[in-house]
DNA sequence: TTTACTGATACTAATTTAGTATCAGTTTAT
DNA sequence: ATAAACTGATACTAAATTAGTATCAGTAAA
């Protein structure tokens, strides 16, 4: 059971590169060489994000796009809600009728805590979480490099 | 997001209507009926459950299956396992080497916390709750219908 | 020995996913 | 003015997955 589809994964890698340096705009082609994310592909995803006002854009020569808010009020839960819709467990619960399957019905009381425990858990991790987390990263590693130095 | 398919929808219900009267066999084609699961498909599924080991079979005229094990033990995480693999949340994270992306590897940690959380959640749902929980659903409708009589 | 069943497995159609390609328009720099 | 570097919109395709069908063989009971 795969959660997050290519859509959802590679936006939130652009998405977190963008939080890197929030402000900074940077074009698909430079996302897409950095975060070895096809660039077409990339650029559908982009516009996706656009749209849903996740992302600004700037045309032309000199142009990318940026976060249209603030790292931290990016969530994944948003992301997912974009590229893959409203976490739903079964189909049933999507078409919101009164279900003819007894059993089924029965699911459902579950089937909605379920749901809303996954969509917690996805609105309480952010893009500026995860972009801290990087820096984190890349900080101990760069570290880590300083220190082997002198040994090697 | 759809968590739950066919598979692991339709072999729910049939475990349910299995558990609603443990030990008793039922055959593919009677629950197929009861449960309206097309007949082929449900057969497959059944099949899927009998190698699991969550239900039992018997061959030849008056056969069918029934639960293999106590209704309390088998969770709705050991029905997703069997037809739609272990819960993961991106590709990455299936195949456990050391990813080369690094924005990546930073969502590891939050991916692997909302994994478990996610298999806790359907690990307490047992076959034995739901099928106590449609009991009482249709207990209810069964005392709502007396009272309703005299009225109309 | 017919009928009602499971075991195994091959097949197909429809949908979804992942990825590509193209053309039009915008902005900047020269 | 015009070439270069961009985004906007959208059409297209291949591969994988999902859902469902079909068939043949074997088993057990009446």
Redesign the pocket.
């Known amino acids: 059971m795969k959660v997050l589809?290519?859509?959802s994964d590679y936006a939130l890698r652009a998405l977190i590169a963008l939080g890197m340096e929030p402000g900074v705009r940077k074009?698909?082609?430079?996302l897409s060489e950095a975060q070895g994310i096809?660039?077409?592909?990339l650029?559908?995803i982009?516009?996706e994000l656009?749209?849903s006002g996740l992302v600004s854009?700037?045309?032309?020569?000199?142009?990318?796009?940026a976060l249209a808010r603030a790292p931290d009020e990016i969530r994944v839960s948003d992301v997912i809600e974009i590229f893959?819709g409203p976490v739903q467990v079964s189909e049933c619960m999507f078409r919101r009728q009164l279900c003819s399957n007894r059993a089924n019905c029965v699911l459902r009381h579950e089937i909605m805590r379920i749901e809303q425990v996954v969509n917690d858990e996805f609105s309480k991790v952010t893009v500026g979480k995860l972009a801290g987390d990087l820096r984190r990263v890349e900080e101990a590693r760069k570290n880590l490099l300083v220190q082997e130095k002198p040994k090697g």
């Open positions: 589809n290519k859509h074009s698909a082609k430079a096809p660039y077409q592909f650029r559908r982009l516009q656009i749209r854009s700037k045309e032309g020569a000199g142009g990318g796009v893959q």
